[in-house]
């Protein structure tokens, strides 16, 4: 069945440095990759997806890239801070009949000042 | 309202009794979706409706669990005669048709089951 794997789980940076995520994703027709940030207590909310369509994509800090060959993508997060501490999950939408959007297992970001 | 609304915001109920949530999507949004999380665990999918299409049942974890949605209004997730290992918190989201739509997520029902 469709899957998405995630790596790592667990994610500790120095506070200025980068993070990158990466997943993998089964379904070589999936066309929609989102990425959610999770803060404690809170409900996921969007931070940036992506397209089949398109290869990478920015915004300011976040930036996704997709390797649809190789079936899969990663969050990267620049001149990381404090407040990006969070858990993050990135997710795939297949294309079947069903069309569910799969999430991965998450990544618990901790940034250090 | 403008966003997801699920209720109640938190239930504890004892094991063996039947549980109700509800969902109220964003207005106008067709497809529905209901997860499971777990304390520090991931979003595992439950359930997904698209307009009047059948619903995609593949992640309900056992016939204990069902779930109903009105056309494209709201959605109910039942838990009949609950255990110990239902307690979690359950999300549900919704997004308009289409490839690239925002799922936009509630702020969950939390469940203990004592």
């Known amino acids: 069945g469709e899957n998405v794997e995630q790596h790592p789980s667990t994610l500790s940076v120095q506070e200025g440095d980068s993070a990158v995520i990466k997943c993998t994703y089964s379904?070589?027709?999936?066309?929609?990759f989102p990425w959610y940030k999770q803060e404690l207590g809170k409900r996921p909310q969007l931070i940036i997806d992506?397209?089949?369509?398109?290869g990478e994509k920015k915004d300011q800090r976040i930036a996704v890239t997709l390797n649809k060959t190789a079936k899969h993508f990663s969050l990267h997060i620049t001149e990381t801070q404090p407040e990006d501490s969070a858990v993050y999950f990135c997710?795939?939408?297949?294309?079947?009949?069903?069309?569910?959007?799969?999430f991965g297992s998450g990544t618990q970001l901790t940034v250090l000042p | 309202g403008a966003g997801v609304s699920q209720s109640p915001s938190n239930k504890v109920t004892e094991k063996g009794k039947d549980v109700e949530l509800r969902c109220d999507p964003i207005?106008?949004?067709?497809?529905l979706y209901w997860y499971r999380q777990r304390l520090g665990q991931g979003l595992e999918f439950l359930i997904y409706?698209?307009?009047?299409?059948?619903?995609?049942k593949s992640g309900l974890p056992s016939d204990r669990f069902s779930a109903e949605r009105t056309g494209e209004s709201v959605s109910t997730l039942t838990i009949q005669r609950t255990q110990q290992e239902d307690s979690a918190v359950y999300l549900c989201?919704?997004?308009?048709?289409?490839?690239?739509?925002?799922?936009?997520f509630g702020q969950g029902t939390r469940l203990t089951v004592v």
């Open positions: 989201a919704s997004s308009l048709r289409g490839v690239g739509t925002e799922a936009f």
């Open positions: 379904d070589s027709a999936s066309n929609y």
């Open positions: 992506i397209r089949s369509n398109v």
């Open positions: 997710a795939a939408r297949f294309s079947g009949s069903a069309r569910q959007l799969t």
């Open positions: 207005s106008g949004h067709t497809a």
């Open positions: 409706f698209q307009g009047n299409s059948a619903p995609d």
